[in-house]
């Protein structure tokens, strides 16, 4: 009989437990079920970029060829990877844009590259000229304001 017993206050201790923590599981379950707060629904659904967005399309666009080794479209920042055109694989590029601001202008835009050719089997820092950052400055605004015409004439 005393075994019984020690059965019996066991069984109800378990089904106590088991008690309480339904309980529990189904005060949360009704947690659960209460409206959330718009800011929180709204935070997964944005899809706006924190700079200028033709800029930031007409930069992908004209670095398409090159690995992209970082993109953060709220700071506006896109760095490539390395980069070595076939048909001069003695010499590498690596280009970083930076979009300053959210307004389509010149000075909106900044292009820094780096370039690293080969001596004696080892890469080596050489000289980019003003000229090629400028290009790419330039092929990087005109894609940008072909874009902006083209969305407002869409419209």
Not at 69 to 76: A, E, F, I, K, V
Not at 78 to 94: A, C, F, G, Q
Not at 106 to 116: H, M, N, P, Y
Request: charged letters at 20%; glycine letters at 6%; a positive charge.
């Amino acid at each position: 009989m005393i075994a019984s017993t020690s059965t019996k206050a066991s069984i109800l201790g378990q089904t106590a437990r088991i008690a309480v923590i339904a309980l529990a599981a189904v005060s949360l379950a009704g947690c659960g079920h209460k409206d959330r707060p718009k800011a929180d629904l709204a935070a997964s659904k944005i899809t706006t970029i924190g700079v200028n967005s033709y800029l930031w399309r007409a930069s992908l666009e004209a670095l398409s060829f090159m690995p992209l080794l970082q993109t953060d479209s709220n700071g506006g920042v896109i760095v490539t990877d390395w980069y070595t055109n076939p048909n001069n694989p003695n010499e590498r590029m690596k280009v970083t844009v930076t979009i300053l601001d959210q307004d389509l202008r010149a000075d909106a835009l900044r292009v820094a590259a780096s370039r690293q050719t080969m001596a004696n089997g080892v890469w080596v820092d050489a000289p980019v000229t003003a000229a090629t950052t400028q290009k790419l400055e330039d092929v990087i605004l005109t894609r940008a304001r072909d874009l902006r015409r083209q969305a407002s004439a869409g419209k």
